[in-house]
């Protein structure tokens, strides 16, 4: 839970253990991030939720009217009011990912964000996940992004560890070698 400030990670281990309990995990997983992007997709719907000059019931009755149309469960939006009541709805793109975190690890999965010199075929997609799975002992979805900066291979980023198999890793690589001989 990297980047994850530790009121949000008490929050996001709260939410993570009544959904636990609830047998509800991947559910209000996928409603914490809805309920994150509309929150940051929507700054009117921010400053009117933080507003402290706003009574606490108008917040709640907008908040109520979003999440059901957002179709999210009785769990999250009880959590998700609590949040409210505390003054703290500005963290839940914060708590979403730190409760995404606590579900990879319980499902022994992991996302691997890989920035690649061109688009990669499928075929290598499916590699690169099968050989990044062999090497952390879990399962793999992969978020690709094309940087145009590198001049070929990819850097991956699984949580804070960065395996970079770029091109220019590997001059860097080199150079320092060749520099401390």
Known sequence: MSLVRPL?????RAIFQMALEADQAPAVGRDLDGAARVYAGNPVLGRFLNNPKIRISDKKDLLTGVL????????????????????????????AA???????????????DVASARPLSPGETDALAAALGRITRRKIGLTVTVDPGLLGGVVVRIGSVVYDGSLRGQLDRLDKHLTER
């Open 8 to 12: 949000a990670r008490r929050y996001a």
């Open 68 to 95: 059901d149309q957002c179709g999210a469960g009785e769990l999250c939006q009880r959590f998700l009011t609590s949040l409210l009541e505390r003054g703290r709805m500005n963290q839940i793109s914060e708590v």
């Open 98 to 112: 730190g409760f995404r975190s606590l579900l990879e690890e319980a499902e022994n999965r992991a996302t691997a």
